[in-house]
């Protein structure tokens, strides 16, 4: 019989197709003959359920029971189901009532569930019903998307019984794996059913996927599905040390959020777990969980019996290194509580020997620096690579919570001080009082000599620096400390006592606190015959001009001549002198750092401190009248003054 169009009516069409799903077309086949023209049998294949679902639509009947009709005949295998008398499903219709009530069935396809819910339904119905390579495959892909694992089990059923060959490590419209995407996906029962299948190929449980070459395990623990997770560790041939293209283990890649703590504790309990695995840089899963803040990652990797709390990276920075200097308190807290972390371990690598205590200064990280001092076994004194120790730290940089917990230590050495070289960027920053008093020939030979001697003479103390760097409130927090000299006095560069520091750098709060301790010798001088109302008249500093006079400073002392060379000078002539210095040429010293003001303000401090200067009462001397005596000092810059700043000298104001 010749088939001339496509015309035919849906019916016989519905039933072409229906015969050939369950008698496939083959030599062996019931098919008729006169209906195998191939453009007919392609369409017919291809449309099938399409027909099958507008028959039932126009005949009234049930789809799923067409369905589960067809595949029952086609002896798919289906789960048994108990059916009770009183339930009205279309298959007990056709069934004698006693052998439901007495008989597990065969009952609806699963199959059908997907009419409602899966997009895709037709085709996965064709699919299905064509049992060769690429349809059982796409089915295959088809069900594991819709996570339907008994689907799944009845293709694996198939092909493990040669009656369908299938590819179980094919990848997914998206480029991943089956197993990958179930993983992915969290469709724990498909991952179950595809690990336990036995066929050929057999299922490749490290295989990568293409993007980051990352396996299913890490897809799985990335996503957080704690249960698939348990399953493949479970599996003996999955390796849970595999890595992506990053070289990041499954571990690693939990470890970085708590919300995927259940799947740490799922490595953790796993025995085949190498739990101190590293990734590149030698990174541990602790190391990359203290660095980020993981709290509760970092508390179940603890309870692993070999966690080794103290190994180092690359360049031996441990757990607690690294929650140190990122500010994780509590994770430092974990660490330490755990007993088995040395608080006092050092990095390893050459220019930067910390201490987790010391990278927590160095970090600015004041609260985990103050947990970590309340731990009883933390080295107080401990010395970063410059020779800084922790209360020197925190005198410089102000960090007054670290410096009263470190005063409380009666282990903390107070009298510690730096061990730096010149050219360690410690420095504050200079006048010109030197190169101009002594000249660049004299000035070398005077720095030279404090180098040599360096090792010998004190470097600023904790006071000394926290006056430099001008933290009053631990300028305070330390006067009333009694191992505390106020007039301690360092070389560094020059002999200077805490009140030099303070003045010298402009720090009026600082300047305050010292001259409020009546045990600070306020016309002390250094190895130069500097006193703290020269330095600040040298800087041009009023403010701090001011205090000091105000708290009884000598105007009249003199710096005396140094190394026999040099001239004799006061504050007057020092502020005189430094607002006619012409500004410096060509590349800064290294050894000093940059001034911290312009040079004009600094010029305009200088000239207002020569008017403080001319009405201090030490200048007016009754012999030679009013303000004479500082015309006569300033004799030499009289001229180059009223030039600069015109009425200075001779309109006192």
Not at 100 to 107: E, G, M, Q, R
Not at 333 to 360: K, Y
């Amino acid at each position: 019989m010749e088939h001339p169009s496509f015309s035919t009516s849906w019916e016989i069409v519905m039933m072409i197709s229906i015969t050939h799903c369950i008698m496939p077309f083959g030599d062996d086949a019931g098919a008729p003959v006169a209906y195998a023209e191939p453009r007919f049998m392609g369409y017919a294949l291809e449309h099938w359920a399409c027909h099958a679902k507008e028959f039932c639509l126009q005949t009234g009947q049930n789809f799923n029971f067409l369905i589960s009709q067809l595949c029952f005949k086609w002896s798919l295998p289906h789960p048994c189901r108990s059916l009770e008398l009183n339930t009205r499903d279309p298959f007990l219709e056709v069934l004698d009532s006693n052998t439901a009530a007495k008989t597990h069935l065969h009952t609806l396809c699963p199959l059908a569930t997907y009419l409602q819910n899966y997009p895709d339904v037709e085709r996965l119905y064709w699919y299905l019903h064509q049992p060769n390579a690429a349809h059982g495959t796409a089915a295959l892909i088809h069900a594991e998307d819709a996570g339907d694992a008994i689907v799944v089990e009845h293709l694996l059923l198939l092909s493990e019984s040669n009656k369908i060959k299938l590819d179980v490590n094919a990848d997914d419209q998206h480029g991943n794996p089956i197993l990958h995407a179930a993983c992915i996906k969290g469709h724990k029962e498909v991952v179950r059913v595809l690990l336990s299948y036995q066929g050929d190929p057999s299922l490749d449980v490290n295989a990568k996927e293409e993007t980051i070459q990352g396996t299913a395990l890490g897809q799985a623990s990335s996503h957080g599905h704690v249960e698939i997770v348990r399953l493949l560790l479970a599996d003996e041939r999955v390796d849970p040390e595999a890595r992506d293209q990053l070289g990041v283990c499954p571990l690693l890649i939990a470890s970085q959020g708590d919300n995927l703590r259940g799947v740490v504790e799922a490595f953790v309990q796993c025995e085949r777990i190498n739990i101190n695995g590293t990734c590149p840089g030698l990174i541990t899963a602790l190391m990359l969980a203290s660095s980020l803040g993981q709290k509760e990652v970092v508390k179940t990797l603890l309870r692993h019996p070999r966690i080794d709390i103290d190994q180092g990276d690359s360049n031996g920075w441990s757990a607690l290194c690294y929650a140190s200097g990122k500010g994780h308190v509590p994770v430092v807290q974990a660490l330490l509580e755990d007993g088995r972390a040395d608080p006092n371990a050092r990095t390893r690598d050459v220019e930067r020997l910390w201490t987790p205590l010391l990278i927590a200064l160095d970090h600015g990280q004041i609260q985990v620096a103050e947990c970590l001092l309340s731990d009883p076994r933390i080295d107080p004194n401990v010395r970063c690579p410059a020779g800084w120790t922790p209360l020197l730290i925190a005198s410089r940089d102000g960090h007054i919570g670290v410096v009263k917990a470190l005063l409380s230590n009666p282990r903390t050495d107070v009298n510690a001080r730096p061990q730096v070289s010149l050219g360690s960027g410690q420095r504050p920053r200079r006048g010109r009082t030197l190169q101009s008093r002594l000249g660049a020939f004299a000035d070398s030979l005077l720095l030279g000599a404090i180098s040599k001697l360096e090792n010998i003479s004190p470097q600023p103390g904790a006071l000394g620096l926290a006056a430099r760097f001008g933290h009053g409130e631990v300028v305070r927090v330390l006067l009333e400390d009694p191992r505390f000299d106020p007039n301690a006095k360092s070389s560094f560069p020059i002999e200077a006592t805490p009140l030099m520091e303070a003045a010298r750098q402009g720090h009026l709060e600082s300047t305050l606190v010292l001259l409020d301790d009546p045990r600070v010798d306020i016309d002390a001088q250094s190895n130069l015959g500097m006193t703290a109302l020269m330095l600040a008249s040298e800087q041009g500093f009023p403010d701090i001009v001011t205090a000091l006079l105000s708290h009884g400073a000598n105007a009249q002392l003199r710096t005396g001549k140094v190394l026999g060379i040099g001239r004799d000078m006061t504050a007057l002539l020092l502020a005189a002198e430094e607002a006619l210095s012409p500004t410096p040429k060509g590349e800064p010293d290294e050894r000093f750092p940059p001034n911290q003001r312009e040079e004009s303000e600094r010029r305009e401090g200088c000239l207002e401190v020569i008017r403080i200067l001319r009405r201090d009462p030490s200048y007016s001397l009754i012999t030679m009248g009013d303000g004479l005596a500082t015309i006569i000092e300033l004799s030499p810059y009289v001229n180059e003054l009223e030039a600069l700043q015109p009425g200075i000298i001779f309109n006192r104001r």
